[in-house]
């Protein structure tokens, strides 16, 4: 099983903050828009990272279990 890190925003920052700590691990991009987190984790698999995205609204209360839901189905979080 490998460890997973997720993050919410597939902008600048979150790709920053994904390759920062994203190495050696499965990196589960989330976004509002699909294609903003299609985009980056497009940019982030050609570097060498793996990838997955789903979608994701923060202001939703069914969204976080089902991001929860997706990160888990990818493996463990890197504790």
Known sequence: MSKVIVVIGAGSIGQAIARRI????HVLLADLRQENADAAAKVLADAGF???TTVVDVSSRESGPALVEAATGLG???A
């Open 22 to 25: 994203g190495a050696g691990k």
């Open 50 to 52: 793996e990838t997955s």
């Open 76 to 78: 463990r979080s890197p």
